[in-house]
Every structure is written in C-alpha cells, then in structure tokens.
C-alpha cells in the first residue's frame, strides 16, 4: 500500500512538472486569420460568405498574432485589429485573462491598426498602453485624428522601433521587424520575426509579389522555425478587377515557388490573412486539400505555436 501511495506521488509530481514547463515557456497564438475585413465580409451576398453568414462557428477575425509569456504574465499582439474586442476575449478564453502589454503594429491600413480606437476614454481608457510603431506610423498616429487624441490624452504611449533592429519586449522575447513593400499610402510596412528560446517565428501578413521583396523568402524559411505568410488570394481571377492592381503573393504562386524546398521547410509555412473571396476559408474544399496534401499548412484561430 506504501508503495503505490509513493508511485501516485511520484506520478502527480511528473504531470505537475510537465504542466507548469508548458505553462511558463513563451508561446504564440492566433488570434485571427482573415483578411483586413474579416469574414465573411460586409456587403457579400456571395456564394463565398453564404454560409459563414448563416453560420457563426464559420466566420473567421481578422489576421492577428498574440505574444504570450506566462512565466511573467505578459501579453501583446501584432496588429490592433477591428475584431480587437473579439481577440481579446479569445485570448482570456485560452489564457485566463485579456490583460495586455502591447501592441506591434505592421502598417496603416485598415485591418490592422483601426483597432486602437478602443483604447480610447469610450472603451477602454487605457492608460499609456504601449504600440511598437516604425517612424512614417508613428508620424502618422500623432498626426491625424482620432488617433492623436490617443496620443495626447495618453490612451497609447507611441514605442519607435527601426526596420532589421532587434529589441526586446523582455527578458525571454526578441523581436526583429523588418521592412517589405506594399502599398504604403500612409506608413512603410513591416513583418515581424520574433525569437524565443533561440527558436524564430517570422509574420508577414502583407506583401507585395514575392519577386519585388531584396530579400529571398525561400532563404528566409530555410532559416527561421516558422513562417506565416500572406496568403490573401488563392489564385489570379478570384476577384473582378484587375488583380495588379492588389499584387499580393496569390497562394498557387507560392506554392510554385516553394516547390523545391524540402518537405521539413514546407512544414514551416502557415498561411494567413485570406480574403473572403479565398477558397482556403472553407473547410474541406479542394483548395484546402490542394495546400495541405503540398506540405504546407493554414493558420488556424486559437493556434498555438511553441518554441
């Protein structure tokens, strides 16, 4: 009887141990995995958004990444997005509390720092909440309202960080931004490669064709850990307009491009940042079983990455 009151002890002790190690290593999770507009998208009457119009479970947020170390109890997110109070609620959902550190921000277009706005004395009434910001952003929020009432009543305390410099956001988490073109109408854009336990994750929800970018993504892939990349239209013809005019890397176009990698580095991949119109948001279909059967993999909400 002794002997198996010891084991029992011993057992418990082993599962405790392993519990609190996954518990206090840094992690990321997603957030959100749509598009700027999220999905389905306002206005679609559409055979793409027909469903997730009548089925909730379906819909999807919009692209967004949390940084989370629970040894510390520190939170942040790359992108204040406009599904921010849904965010939020997911992340106290898996972690226990919607506290936040931080925000990072990649770029001035709508999907990804409109949600700043509820930081604000209407919502939140954050007190100096900190937004990691390249200079042209940074000039920007300070600049144009409502975003400069943030700054001014000190809803939001503007963090300037410089493109290929590393910074901490503490003692267990770097983080490198690092400049891509796109359309940058009000601020440069950036991807993010963030560093934990020697370990990379790099995000680049928006870029231009690949080609255009100094830098070679297959390179890039075959050295970080991880890569979510822009994956905002499966194909050319996906929407009626001229496509250059919006020249994101279309899925069948990087897929072609990473053909040649080997089956360990097309694992890395994880694509985000679908627009509605992208076949990749319905479960099951053809194209998700397309990219999947390739070697790739598709960002999924409430996805944890470890390092």
């Known amino acids: 009887m002794k002997i198996l009151i010891y084991l029992i002890i011993i057992f418990s002790f082993a599962c405790n141990q392993s519990k609190d190690q996954t518990q206090t290593a840094p992690y990321v999770m997603v957030l959100g995995v749509a598009q700027d507009a999220g999905y389905p998208q306002m206005n679609c009457e559409k055979k793409c958004c027909e469903e997730a119009w009548e089925n909730p479970e379906l819909q999807k947020t919009t692209s967004c990444l949390a940084i989370i170390d629970p040894l510390s109890n520190e939170q942040w997110i790359i992108d204040a997005t406009p599904n921010i109070k849904e965010q939020l609620q997911l992340l106290k959902q898996k972690t226990g509390t919607e506290k936040l550190d931080g925000v990072l921000l990649t770029h001035a277009h709508m999907g990804h720092y409109t949600g700043l706005i509820h930081f604000g004395k209407e ?4 007190n100096n909440m900190s937004v ?9 929020l300070e600049k144009n309202g409502p975003w400069s009432q943030l700054v001014k009543l000190e809803n939001i305390d503007l963090k300037a960080i410089k493109s290929d410099s590393t910074f901490n956001l503490n003692k267990r988490i770097k983080i490198k931004p690092f400049l891509v073109p796109h359309r940058d109408e009000f601020s440069e854009t950036v991807g993010y490669e963030i560093i934990i336990n020697n370990k990379s994750l790099i995000f680049i929800p928006d ?10 993504i297959t390179e890039l892939i075959k050295k970080v850990n991880y890569a979510f990349l822009d994956a905002t239209f499966y194909k050319n013809g996906e929407l009626k307009r001229d496509m250059s005019e919006i020249p994101h890397p279309f899925v069948e176009e990087s897929m072609r491009l990473f053909s040649k990698l080997s089956e360990n580095d ?7 940042h679908f627009n509605h119109t992208n076949p990749l948001l319905q479960e099951g279909n053809n194209a998700q079983k397309e990219v999947l059967k390739k070697g790739f993999n598709l960002a999924k909400e409430g996805q944890i990455i470890k390092f």
């Not at 990691?132 to 920007?140: I, L, S």
């Not at 870029?207 to 070679?216: G, L, M, P, R, V």
């Open 123 to 126: 919502v939140m009434g954050t």
């Open 132 to 140: 990691y910001t390249m200079p042209k952003m940074k000039n920007f």
């Open 207 to 216: 870029i231009d064709k690949w080609e255009t970018w100094e830098i070679s």
């Open 266 to 272: 097309k694992e890395k991949i994880h694509f985000i």
